[in-house]
């Protein structure tokens, strides 16, 4: 079917020069075993012997590609994400199949014949001209091109409202059967081991990590596990006790008979409007469907022995959907249908790839969850995956695709069932920058969300959080509203927020963020080797560090406080969750050191503004005086019938106070806090208030504006590492050599755009004098400094000062729009701190 189908598959095993499956003797043990023969598997065993791993078993249940990689639609894309490290996945993919052939002998199919996205309304000309940017910057060449050049590249299509088209011509299309094949005789050719027929029933466990597999035929040692199971990855990792959060759905493509008006070197045609793609296939086109509300299948488990496995489609439900397909392209309402396929695929809850070692054991990697991208980054993901086994750590930014940053509940039946219904449609959604999940929500609240909700909040998803985004005033619903790149009806909200904090008093709830309760007598010890500055200060004081691996780039960005001289209160955001719970648990190892995770425990609402102290005061019996409670420094209050943790602390720039409540209690110092403010002023704030005040101040957040490829100095934090440290901590040696190196060519900026009226947000692209440096890797809007304001990671070919910010011209481009910037090194917002330390 992609299009040769199973037999393709079965013949091409046939014709491998492998002997029967059943005459095949299991070795004792690998070095790594791979589970799983599809076009992830065969990708990750290629590149790990490419890689030097000689001793590498691939363990195929049924015959390769038999999953869903057999009727992929083989699309080979490069454009689309503003994403860097997806867009370099597809990048490395796309040569790869290209230079596969002349390895191993076998065609990958590779056909670039070009891709062509369609705009048909102006939000999607938006979202496409901000991406068509930011992809050239990658290095993807893209054309926009006109509804007459359409035409004429794809003459059966309507194009009478199509506003602009985006031209990619080296994309096209690849034989997902083919170059799976390839890859499989290019990773036996050097030295894997690839037997199919076994499933793997089981794993081997010993003390938190992977020892190997268990098979019918017998156990395999193994030092790595990689899960490239697909659609059964989640079934497979249960039996290792690993979540991944997955489901399969329904995915749909329609086969006509041949049509003599269509030319097999037409580009891929694809208009998300219209749910669709279209390509040649067969002398005829192939049509396939990206529904906006789809059918999960199977959730409770696939069939073990669905092999090569097709669908009946469901013909009532997809026939609206496939009429607004079929109109793009109006012959195919004419021609006749050779086939109407279903086929499962899976997909994520956030539509993100699912890679790398599993938080519950080490050395059990997972490669899947691609949300029918496998075949266009499948030799990325491979590549990745491989390289992160090999050496340790992975080369690449995955914090959006680590397997770490989901949690187990995810996994659950109803809410798989519940977020995949939406998940698929959302591949073809205008991905306007606060477009709201509608689906699976409520999973986890607040104590105080029933307070917030009463107070007009709107909220959104944080990881499965229900976080209030900013609050409505009396008589107006609290709803996100018409979509748009523009300011939305509630922009007027959110200033008010901003400006509150500046200048008078609010809360936030943050009860989201992770929390982490690690006792012990080597508590401190522990905690300082892992921790980039001094965290074992005096009790009662808090200290801002960074997590660093070896290669002294970031692993997490977070907070220490001390307790007592053996607790301590560490906090995370909420994406870095297990994350940084894994990193303490394996560093730890044997230590008298443990980690409790207490975010459920506590609920955390931060007070802040110039006249927080005020409010503070007016509530507790403590000392709130800049004398009793300096700066950093952190003690156990009284507030009512509640004793909190009350910690001076801002992630906003203004005086502030972070207050961990236990859970029982947080309703009651919620209601004694705003019955308190009312004199004050107080108001309540969001999340959106949360993004545009830190980013104001140039305040970093891990996973967002800066990443696993990042070096501490290259981040601007080189102020909060402790070099001199006794006994130093992990990443020093690396973080030492890159400072006697001496000025950075590469450095994280802070980027204000002059013009009040655009909006940035992501991916838009930093030029001085013409020529491009960089890009924004987030941004919101500065209500105090005027404009629009974001970090950048810059690279120039000499050292980054403010004397070279200075002497640049700085524009920043949005779309197809140029804006000029200021551009600094320290926050444009209260660059000495001042009013944090008042």
Same mark, same amino acid.
């Given at each position: 079917?992609?299009?040769?189908?199973? $037999?393709?598959?079965? #013949?091409?095993?046939?014709?491998?020069?492998?002997?029967?499956?059943?005459? !095949?003797?299991?070795?004792?043990?690998?070095?790594?075993?791979?589970?799983?023969? %599809?076009?992830?598997?065969?990708?990750?065993?290629?590149?790990?012997?490419?890689?030097? +791993?000689?001793?590498?078993?691939?363990?195929? !249940?049924?015959? &390769? *590609?038999?999953?869903?990689?057999?009727?992929?639609?083989?699309?080979?894309?490069?454009?689309?994400?503003?994403?860097?490290?997806?867009?370099?996945? !597809?990048?490395?993919?796309? $040569?790869?199949?290209?230079?596969?052939?002349?390895?191993?002998?076998?065609?990958?199919?590779?056909?670039?014949?070009?891709?062509?996205?369609?705009?048909?309304?102006?939000?999607?000309? =938006?979202?496409?001209?901000?991406?068509?940017?930011?992809?050239?910057?990658?290095?993807?060449?893209?054309?926009?091109?006109?509804?007459?050049?359409?035409? =004429?590249?794809?003459?059966?299509?309507?194009?009478?409202?199509?506003?602009?088209?985006?031209?990619?011509?080296?994309?096209?299309?690849?034989?997902?059967?083919?170059?799976?094949?390839?890859?499989?005789?290019?990773?036996?050719?050097?030295?894997?081991?690839?037997?199919?027929?076994?499933?793997?029933?089981?794993?081997?466990?010993?003390?938190?990590?992977?020892?190997?597999?268990?098979?019918?035929?017998?156990?395999?040692?193994?030092?790595?596990?990689?899960?490239?199971?697909?659609?059964?990855?989640?079934?497979?990792?249960?039996?290792?006790?690993?979540?991944?959060?997955?489901?399969?759905?329904?995915?749909?493509?329609?086969?006509?008979?041949?049509?003599?008006?269509?030319?097999?070197?037409?580009?891929?045609?694809?208009?998300?409007?219209?749910?669709?793609?279209?390509?040649? =296939?067969?002398?005829?086109?192939?049509?396939?469907?990206?529904?906006?509300?789809?059918?999960?299948?199977?959730?409770?488990?696939?069939?073990?022995?669905?092999?090569?496995?097709? /669908?009946?489609?469901?013909?009532?439900?997809?026939?609206?959907?496939?009429?607004?397909?079929?109109?793009?392209?109006?012959?195919?309402?004419?021609?006749?249908?050779?086939?109407?396929?279903?086929?499962?695929?899976?997909?994520?809850?956030?539509?993100?790839?699912?890679?790398?070692? #599993?938080?519950?054991?080490?050395?059990?990697?997972?490669?899947?969850?691609?949300?029918?991208?496998?075949?266009?980054?499948?030799?990325?993901?491979?590549?990745?995956?491989?390289?992160?086994?090999?050496?340790?750590?992975?080369?690449?930014?995955?914090?959006?695709?680590?397997?770490?940053?989901?949690?187990?509940?995810?996994?659950?039946?109803?809410?798989?069932?519940?977020?995949?219904?939406?998940? /698929?449609?959302?591949?073809?959604?205008?991905?306007?920058?606060?477009?709201?999940?509608?689906?699976?929500?409520?999973?986890?609240?607040?104590?105080?969300?029933?307070?917030?909700?009463?107070?007009?909040?709107?909220?959104?998803?944080?990881?499965?959080?229900?976080?209030?985004?900013?609050?409505?005033?009396?008589?107006?619903?609290?709803?996100?509203?018409?979509?748009?790149?523009?300011?939305?009806?509630?922009?007027?909200?959110?200033?008010?927020?901003?400006?509150?904090?500046?200048?008078?008093?609010?809360?936030?709830?943050?009860?989201? +963020?992770?929390?982490?309760?690690?006792?012990?007598?080597?508590?401190?010890? =522990?905690?300082?080797?892992?921790?980039?500055?001094?965290?074992?200060?005096?009790?009662?004081?808090?200290?801002?560090?960074?997590?660093?691996?070896?290669?002294?780039?970031?692993?997490?960005?977070?907070?220490?406080?001390?307790?007592?001289?053996?607790?301590?209160?560490?906090?995370?955001?909420?994406?870095?969750?297990?994350?940084?719970?894994?990193?303490?648990?394996?560093?730890?190892?044997?230590?008298?050191?443990?980690?409790?995770?207490?975010?459920?425990?506590?609920?955390?609402?931060?007070?802040?503004?110039?006249?927080?102290?005020?409010?503070?005061?007016?509530? *507790?019996?403590?000392?709130?005086?800049?004398?009793?409670?300096?700066?950093?420094?952190?003690?156990?209050?009284?507030? %009512?019938?509640?004793?909190?943790?009350?910690?001076?602390?801002?992630?906003?720039?203004?005086?502030?106070?972070?207050?961990?409540?236990?859970?029982?209690?947080?309703?009651?110092?919620?209601?004694?806090?705003?019955?308190?403010?009312?004199?004050?002023?107080?108001?309540?704030?969001?999340?959106?208030?949360? #993004?545009?005040?830190?980013?104001?101040?140039?305040?970093? $957040?891990?996973?967002?504006?800066?990443?696993?490829?990042?070096?501490?100095?290259?981040?601007?934090?080189?102020?909060?590492?402790?070099?001199?440290?006794?006994? %130093?901590?992990?990443?020093?040696?690396?973080?030492?050599?890159?400072?006697?190196?001496?000025?950075?060519?590469?450095? &994280?900026?802070?980027?204000?755009? *002059?013009?009040?009226?655009?909006?940035?947000?992501?991916?838009?692209?930093?030029?001085?004098?013409? !020529?491009?440096?960089?890009?924004?890797?987030?941004?919101?809007?500065?209500?105090?400094?005027?404009?629009?304001?974001?970090?950048? +990671?810059?690279?120039?070919?000499?050292?980054?000062?403010?004397?070279?910010?200075?002497?640049?011209?700085?524009?920043?481009?949005?779309?197809?729009?140029?804006?000029?910037?200021?551009?600094?090194?320290?926050?444009?917002?209260?660059?000495?701190?001042?009013?944090?330390?008042?």
């Amino acid at each position: 079917m992609t299009m040769h189908g199973r $037999d393709q598959a079965v #013949a091409e095993q046939a014709g491998a020069g492998q002997p029967p499956r059943a005459a !095949r003797k299991l070795p004792d043990r690998a070095q790594a075993v791979v589970v799983g023969g %599809g076009i992830i598997g065969t990708s990750v065993a290629y590149h790990l012997a490419q890689l030097g +791993m000689k001793d590498v078993l691939l363990l195929e !249940r049924d015959r &390769l *590609t038999s999953g869903t990689t057999w009727h992929a639609a083989g699309l080979m894309a490069t454009f689309g994400s503003t994403s860097q490290t997806s867009t370099e996945l !597809r990048q490395y993919t796309r $040569d790869l199949y290209k230079r596969l052939e002349a390895e191993t002998g076998l065609a990958t199919g590779l056909k670039q014949c070009g891709l062509i996205e369609l705009a048909i309304e102006p939000g999607r000309l =938006e979202e496409y001209r901000r991406v068509a940017a930011f992809n050239r910057h990658c290095g993807v060449v893209v054309h926009e091109i006109s509804p007459r050049e359409v035409a =004429e590249m794809w003459p059966l299509a309507r194009t009478d409202d199509v506003l602009a088209g985006f031209y990619i011509p080296d994309d096209g299309r690849v034989n997902p059967v083919d170059v799976t094949m390839s890859l499989a005789r290019g990773a036996r050719m050097q030295g894997v081991t690839i037997i199919e027929g076994v499933p793997v029933t089981g794993f081997l466990r010993e003390r938190g990590t992977v020892d190997g597999v268990r098979t019918g035929q017998g156990d395999i040692e193994a030092e790595y596990v990689v899960n490239c199971a697909g659609m059964w990855a989640r079934q497979l990792g249960e039996l290792a006790g690993v979540s991944i959060p997955l489901q399969a759905a329904e995915h749909y493509y329609l086969l006509t008979e041949p049509i003599a008006e269509v030319d097999s070197s037409w580009p891929v045609l694809e208009d998300p409007a219209s749910y669709g793609y279209y390509r040649e =296939e067969g002398g005829g086109l192939m049509l396939g469907m990206f529904e906006p509300v789809c059918a999960p299948w199977r959730v409770g488990g696939i069939p073990a022995d669905f092999s090569f496995g097709e /669908l009946p489609p469901d013909w009532d439900r997809m026939g609206p959907y496939l009429e607004t397909t079929m109109a793009r392209v109006p012959i195919t309402e004419q021609i006749g249908i050779r086939k109407f396929f279903c086929g499962p695929e899976s997909f994520t809850p956030d539509l993100l790839p699912i890679i790398g070692e #599993a938080p519950e054991l080490r050395n059990y990697f997972v490669a899947a969850g691609l949300n029918s991208i496998g075949i266009l980054t499948g030799g990325g993901i491979g590549r990745t995956v491989a390289q992160w086994i090999v050496d340790g750590s992975p080369d690449a930014d995955i914090t959006a695709m680590n397997i770490d940053r989901l949690h187990p509940y995810q996994s659950n039946p109803e809410y798989r069932a519940t977020r995949t219904v939406e998940s /698929l449609g959302l591949v073809y959604a205008t991905h306007y920058p606060h477009r709201p999940t509608k689906t699976a929500r409520g999973a986890r609240l607040s104590p105080i969300h029933s307070r917030l909700a009463a107070q007009r909040a709107c909220f959104r998803d944080v990881s499965g959080w229900e976080g209030a985004d900013w609050y409505a005033p009396a008589g107006v619903e609290p709803e996100v509203g018409e979509l748009s790149w523009g300011r939305p009806h509630w922009f007027g909200y959110w200033e008010a927020e901003h400006h509150a904090t500046r200048n008078g008093v609010i809360v936030m709830d943050m009860s989201f +963020m992770a929390k982490f309760l690690v006792q012990g007598r080597d508590a401190a010890r =522990e905690l300082e080797r892992i921790s980039a500055n001094q965290v074992a200060a005096e009790p009662g004081r808090i200290t801002y560090t960074q997590w660093l691996n070896e290669r002294g780039t970031l692993e997490a960005d977070l907070t220490v406080t001390r307790l007592d001289d053996e607790q301590f209160f560490v906090v995370a955001s909420d994406t870095a969750h297990r994350h940084a719970e894994t990193w303490m648990r394996r560093h730890f190892g044997d230590a008298h050191a443990f980690v409790t995770d207490v975010t459920s425990g506590y609920a955390q609402v931060n007070v802040q503004g110039p006249l927080s102290r005020d409010l503070m005061a007016a509530v *507790t019996s403590a000392d709130m005086s800049n004398d009793a409670l300096p700066f950093r420094a952190a003690r156990y209050i009284d507030v %009512g019938f509640a004793r909190l943790l009350c910690i001076r602390i801002t992630y906003l720039g203004e005086l502030g106070y972070e207050l961990h409540i236990p859970a029982e209690q947080a309703a009651a110092v919620y209601d004694r806090l705003v019955a308190a403010g009312q004199p004050l002023g107080l108001r309540h704030a969001g999340l959106k208030a949360l #993004a545009s005040l830190r980013m104001e101040k140039g305040y970093r $957040d891990y996973g967002h504006d800066i990443d696993n490829t990042d070096s501490v100095l290259e981040a601007g934090l080189g102020f909060a590492v402790a070099l001199d440290k006794p006994g %130093g901590f992990i990443g020093r040696d690396a973080v030492l050599a890159q400072k006697a190196k001496g000025p950075m060519s590469r450095r &994280l900026i802070q980027v204000l755009l *002059t013009d009040p009226e655009p909006q940035m947000f992501h991916a838009e692209i930093v030029s001085r004098n013409g !020529r491009p440096a960089g890009y924004i890797r987030s941004a919101s809007y500065g209500f105090t400094l005027g404009g629009a304001v974001g970090l950048a +990671m810059i690279d120039a070919d000499e050292p980054i000062d403010q004397k070279y910010l200075d002497a640049g011209e700085w524009t920043v481009q949005i779309g197809d729009a140029v804006y000029p910037a200021r551009t600094s090194l320290r926050p444009l917002y209260d660059p000495s701190s001042k009013r944090v330390q008042m």
